[in-house]
């Protein structure tokens, strides 16, 4: 992969050659159960202890006992929406967004069919929340609000803190799913009202395979797996030591890089931005350009389609994503494009370049530079696209028998 | 990533008759936009001979919609138009060396442009009648409106009959859950709550009357008459050729023909002839029949 140009980050990341080394150790003399008695445990112990600290530093915390290891972003959430509703059987409704991550969705989708009323807030164009409409959802019968810090995406950052204060006020737990956010921008959870929230190793330069849920302290709790008694009971199965090592030490790396995350990696992110943007027609930035975490963009290229583009862009070794539906093998292109009310002639051929410190400025310029001929090469392809430009009225003009 | 054959994404990088054709005589539109794919295929037709002597495509779509236009293209010119039309999805999809489950539309929308542009050549008007639904299925690329449609049109209630009628469900398993939703809504639509947790219907025991071997053998045949649609719809079919006390010898044809899923088909050929006659039988392909009298196959 190091041949390549990787300007995928959001979907996960490199693990630092820095994590590697402090994990090693994990597997092999430091092999030891900590929760053994002997010295063979007692240092992983320790360890363990230590990356507690790192992590708990990265999302100021108050007490490194809020720290919950668990196996991913995914189990994450389910554990933080199940616990609420177990540990509030009363309370049927959730609040969540139309632009979650699946491991929110997809839950609250099955959770419906149990009986649950779940409420998607609606986004703008630009993907932005309507805080009115979720004042008036917020009540007793609440259970839990669940809301991304930042979109996996568009890169829109939510007002996750003034929600956290406005569901405090209306008494409702308050979960947010901050795997793209941690790491990314600067976050102090003692300072917020913000009861539940998620992190993912491999979004961070740590291994794939291991998370955190963060529980502030006197949150009302029910664990997802029961058992010994690992995480204080609240999360039960032997650790992952080694993984849970390297996710401490990729907490102080990322502590350390976060002006460096929001100052270079944010002006590559925009020099590409502005590259492509000047370069190439019909072609616009997707989701709130003002408020977004630094490596993110996400670019819609009207009248093609988005794996094309990856398919073309792969051939000169650069790697992003799409939201397009058949990068999914679904019928529908990415729903937080729909949610934002792209037009599928867009919305298929959005692209989404997610970077990381790894990445150099040469890079960047190299993907500027390849980008409009693989663009004009696919438009000259398409029914909407003429000579020079989109046709007249290109959906009326090709105006297909629809499925 | 998918996992693209060579061929396909030879067709990809290096499409063959992209752009359209200048002075075409025959064009078709067709598409879905919802998932992302629309096509434009024009066709310069000899109108004497009904040779179809140029043929050019204009895509909007992933690299198998891309890559199935240029087949498309490829495996119609020179042929006549009659000819042409009885390319199916899956000589599409064979010339570029296969394509995954979930990209089957793809050839689908190249078969029905060139539909499209056929009746536009002759001046008719073409009307699409084929919906697309999620993909439920993936071993078998069958997706929710097929099984919804069996399943209202056949009152099935079983994942087991879904899988007999549609072949959903019949590889990994993994759709179970998906298709028991369907049937579930289906069901509920009706006002009728289906239990999952009981057993599936054994298969129907011996009926206490025994039919006459006549009553027998036209049984047999009406039960196959009424499975063939079916097969039809996958551009295959099916032929009863002898019954030979407990078992039965067919010969698949079309697309049914040496497919992958030949003997899964079978089984449900099977599973449906048991229960229309109440016994035990088998089903063998004509092939594995003992040839003594040296028939014709
Ligand atoms: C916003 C968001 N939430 C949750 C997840 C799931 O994390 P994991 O892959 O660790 O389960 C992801 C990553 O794909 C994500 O981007």
Redesign the interface.
């Known amino acids: 992969m190091s041949e390549g140009i990787y300007l995928d980050n959001n979907a996960t990341t490199m693990v630092d050659p820095k994590v590697v080394d402090a994990m090693m150790p994990y597997f092999t003399e430091q092999f030891g159960n900590p929760s053994s008695m002997h010295s063979f445990g007692d240092k992983v112990g320790r360890a363990l202890k230590q990356a507690r600290k790192q992590i708990q530093q990265l999302i100021g915390a108050e007490h490194d006992s809020e720290i919950v290891f668990t196996s991913c972003g995914t189990e994450s959430d389910s554990t933080a929406i199940l616990s609420a509703l177990k540990a509030q059987p009363d309370r049927k409704k959730i609040i969540t967004t139309n632009v979650e991550h699946p491991a929110v969705l997809a839950l609250c989708d099955y959770l419906k069919k149990e009986g649950y009323k779940i409420h998607h807030l609606h986004v703008d164009e630009k993907g932005r929340l309507d805080l009115e409409e979720y004042e008036e959802l917020l009540d007793s019968r609440t259970a839990v609000v669940s809301v991304m810090w930042a979109n996996n995406e568009t890169g829109t950052i939510f007002p996750v803190e003034k929600m956290a204060e406005m569901a405090h006020e209306k008494g409702v737990m308050f979960h947010t799913d901050a795997v793209q956010a941690v790491g990314k921008i600067p976050i102090d959870l003692k300072a917020t009202k913000i009861d539940l929230l998620s992190i993912s190793g491999h979004k961070l330069h740590a291994p794939k395979g291991i998370g955190v849920l963060y529980l502030r302290r006197g949150t009302r709790f029910r664990p997802l797996l029961r058992g010994g008694h690992q995480e204080r009971g609240r999360r039960a199965g032997t650790e992952n030591t080694a993984s849970i090592v390297g996710l401490g030490k990729a907490a102080e790396l990322a502590l350390e890089s976060i002006e460096h995350e929001n100052t270079f990696v944010k002006s590559l992110r925009d020099r590409l931005e502005k590259g492509i943007l000047e370069a190439i027609p019909n072609c616009f930035v997707t989701g709130d350009p003002d408020n977004r975490l630094p490596n993110t963009c996400n670019i819609a290229f009207e009248?093609?389609?988005?794996?094309?583009i990856l398919?073309?862009i792969n051939?000169m070794g650069i790697a992003a994503s799409s939201g397009?539906?058949?990068?999914s093998?679904?019928?529908?292109?990415s729903h937080v494009m729909r949610a934002m009310d792209i037009p599928?002639?867009a919305a298929?051929g959005s692209v989404r370049f997610s970077l990381s410190r790894y990445n150099t400025l040469a890079e960047i310029d190299k993907v500027i530079e390849v980008m409009p001929a693989i663009v004009a090469n696919l438009r000259?392809?398409?029914?909407?696209w003429g000579e020079n430009g989109p046709v007249e009225n290109p959906e009326e003009a090709?105006?297909?028998?629809?499925? | 990533m998918w996992d693209y054959s060579d061929t396909l994404?030879e067709h990809?990088?290096e499409?063959r008759n992209?752009?359209a054709i200048e002075d075409a005589n025959a064009v078709g539109?067709?598409?879905?936009?919802?998932?992302?794919?629309?096509?434009?295929l024009t066709l310069k037709v000899n109108p004497e001979t009904e040779v179809i002597e140029q043929a050019g495509?204009?895509?909007?779509?992933?690299?198998?919609?891309?890559a199935s236009s240029s087949a498309l293209t490829e495996i119609i010119k020179g042929k006549t138009v009659d000819e042409a039309l009885t390319v199916s999805n899956q000589d599409i999809a064979d010339f570029l060396d296969g394509m995954?489950p979930?990209?089957m539309?793809c050839s689908v929308m190249g078969r029905?442009a060139l539909q499209?542009a056929v009746a536009n050549f002759r001046g008719e008007e073409?009307?699409?009648d084929?919906?697309?639904?999620?993909?439920i299925c993936k071993c078998f690329a069958i997706d929710a409106v097929m099984i919804e449609e069996t399943v209202r049109a056949n009152e099935l209630r079983t994942v087991e009959e879904v899988t007999n009628y549609t072949k959903a469900g019949g590889g990994c398993s993994s759709c179970h859950e998906g298709i028991e939703e369907i049937l579930t809504q289906v069901w509920a639509e009706k006002g009728e709550a289906i239990d999952f947790s009981q057993p599936s219907q054994p298969v129907t025991q011996p009926k206490p009357y025994a039919m006459t071997g006549f009553q027998r053998m036209k049984k047999i045949e009406t039960t196959i008459e009424a499975i063939r649609p079916q097969l039809q719809r996958d551009h295959g079919d099916i032929e009863l050729v002898d019954i030979d006390g407990r078992t039965i010898y067919v010969n698949m044809l079309g697309a049914c023909k040496g497919c992958q899923l030949e003997a899964q088909t079978l089984a449900g050929v099977q599973q449906q002839l048991m229960e229309a006659l109440g016994e035990f039988i088998k089903v063998v392909p004509a092939s594995m029949r003992p040839q003594a009298e040296g028939a014709a196959s």
């Open positions: 009248y093609i389609e988005g794996e094309s398919l073309m051939k397009s539906a058949c990068t093998g679904s019928l529908e292109p599928y002639t298929h000259k392809m398409s029914p909407y090709f105006a297909p028998v629809y499925n | 994404k990809f990088f499409p992209a752009g539109d067709v598409g879905s936009i919802s998932c992302g794919d629309a096509l434009r495509f204009q895509t909007f779509g992933c690299g198998s919609a891309i995954p979930e990209k539309h029905e499209a073409w009307s699409d084929h919906e697309e639904g999620a993909l």
